[in-house]
């Protein structure tokens, strides 16, 4: 058994969410694409995992760079990325602690990766942190799950066969609701069988920290953001609704 800590995405993790989440599986993908159609600037995408949206939009066309702090994620993602011809910069990086050489046009931050930064404070500083990798007038898109998923505590139970034949299941019960300082834990055991045995066991704390509406406004604007904008569930043909699962946040460095 592998040691644990916290939302570290290890070997069965990341294989599990190639298999589970293959590209345009979500509606984010289309809807950034369709955001950043014709956009000439350079793209970090923090968080990148395996490349599920970084691929599509190198595809596209876009100069994209990303980072991650999974190094199992971040080698799927470049053997993803050489068997379809590209080499884009990736790092192995946190929130905390990314850096690169260049700024960006834009920081595309896609399906609530953002929420793993589990810590206000934390929070705050890579919001500022994007700020000066961004290029003046460049761009930071963020989707983020609001403070209402904290009221959820269903036990999240599933399976997958893999192309080698090996059965992966994963576990994940909620051991930890904070309301006050609007965080969660889970505990995920994933593990991996073969002809009927039990053959690698991986335990991985996710904890993620829920936002209100108003207060990630308030948020980007003190981090020096301003035309701060939200568009609920990837649908920008209406207004914002109670029941939107997703918001997409938009706002720009001056």
Not at 30 to 47: K, T
Not at 71 to 80: G, K, N, Q, S, W
Not at 113 to 126: H, R
């Amino acid at each position: 058994m592998t040691q644990t800590t916290i939302n570290r995405y290890g070997a069965i993790a990341s294989e599990i969410y190639d298999i589970d989440k293959p590209d345009f599986a979500l509606p984010d993908t289309r809807f950034h694409l369709a955001r950043f159609e014709s956009f000439g600037r350079p793209i970090l995408e923090p968080a990148c995992g395996s490349g599920r949206t970084l691929i599509p939009f190198l595809k596209a066309g876009h100069d994209m760079a990303g980072f991650d702090p999974s190094p199992d994620m971040l080698d799927r993602c470049r053997t993803r990325c050489a068997e379809e011809g590209f080499a884009p910069e990736l790092a192995q990086a946190r929130y905390e602690d990314f850096g690169f050489s260049r700024t960006f046009g834009a920081v595309l931050v896609p399906v609530g990766s953002f929420t793993l930064i589990d810590d206000f404070a934390v929070a705050m500083d890579v919001l500022r942190r994007f700020h000066a990798a961004l290029e003046p007038g460049g761009v930071l898109v963020i989707d983020l799950q609001g403070l209402g998923f904290l009221a959820s505590n269903s036990i999240d139970r599933r399976r997958w066969t893999a192309p080698s034949g090996d059965l992966l299941t994963c576990e994940g019960t909620r051991s930890v609701t904070d309301w006050f300082r609007q965080r969660a834990e889970s505990v995920y055991r994933y593990e991996r069988w073969r002809d009927g045995r039990l053959i690698e066991t991986e335990i991985d704390i996710m904890a993620q920290r829920f936002w209100g509406l108003d207060e990630f406004r308030m948020a980007l604007e003190a981090a020096g953001f301003c035309s701060v904008s939200v568009v609920g569930n990837y649908d920008r043909s209406r207004g914002l609704r109670g029941s939107d699962r997703t918001w997409t946040f938009e706002a720009l460095r001056a």
